[in-house]
Every structure is written in structure tokens, then in C-alpha cells.
């Protein structure tokens, strides 16, 4: 079945920087969309970022050029380079997966398999 497994979240002063990493099993990984998502409490889940299978990015306004998706098929993962953090990026990240179907989509409803999240903290 498939299987994500995020790391890299932590506790960071605003201005910072973290990677995220995603690591995917159970699946055909170069076949599949994927994507970042954060969830803040009291707050409705966002897409952060979204890649294709060929690498094509597409971002929220409120990350763009500050975070930075990449995948690696050769090692089933992804990535979220997250620089200039600020205090509103604080929330819970989550790396979803879908089949590639041609769209690049940020919304999270259209991705059946996600992971346990990695939480993500900015202090000011």
C-alpha cells in the first residue's frame, strides 16, 4: 500500500530555514503528483506546493520564492525547502500523493494518500 513518511520539521526563529523530506513507498513513485500541504490550528488545511511527474512546480501565493519543491525519483522522495520562514508558516506539514492525471492541482481533496504530517514551528 502506499506509504509517506515525512521528516525534517522543527522549531525555528523567523528568518529561518528547514527541508522538508518525503519518503514514498508502495507505488510507482514517478507516476504519481505530488504535494505539500500545512494545516495551522483552528485553521483549513492549504496546498503549499504541488509537482508533476516531470518536475513542473506550482505554489500558493503566500510561499512563492521563499519555499522551493524538488523531487528525486531515484530515491522515492520529495522535498520542501522552506527559507524566510515566517511566524504565519507555523502548522502541521503534510506530503501527499495522487496519480499524474495532467493537472496541477492545490487542492488537497484530489489527493487520496498523504502521511502523518511533520510539524513546522516559527517563533518571532
Known amino acids: 500500500q502506499v506509504q509517506l513518511v515525512e521528516s525534517g520539521g522543527g522549531s525555528v526563529q523567523s528568518g529561518g530555514s528547514l527541508r522538508l523530506s518525503c519518503v514514498a513507498s508502495?507505488?510507482?513513485?514517478?507516476?504519481?503528483?505530488m504535494g505539500w500541504f500545512r494545516q495551522a490550528p483552528g485553521k483549513e488545511r492549504e496546498g503549499v506546493a504541488v509537482?508533476?511527474?516531470?518536475?513542473?512546480?506550482r505554489y500558493a501565493d503566500s510561499v512563492k520564492g521563499r519555499f522551493t519543491i524538488s523531487r528525486d525519483s531515484a530515491k522515492n522522495t520529495l522535498y520542501l525547502i522552506m527559507n524566510s520562514l515566517r511566524p504565519e508558516d507555523t502548522a502541521m506539514y503534510y506530503c501527499?500523493?495522487?496519480?499524474?492525471?495532467?493537472?496541477?492541482?492545490?487542492?488537497?481533496?484530489?489527493?487520496?494518500?498523504w502521511g502523518q504530517g511533520t510539524q513546522v514551528t516559527v517563533s518571532s
Open positions: 501527499a500523493a495522487r496519480r499524474a492525471d495532467g493537472f496541477l492541482s492545490l487542492d488537497g481533496s484530489r489527493f487520496p494518500y
Open positions: 509537482i508533476a511527474t516531470g518536475g513542473s512546480p
Open positions: 508502495g507505488y510507482t513513485y514517478s507516476t504519481y503528483c
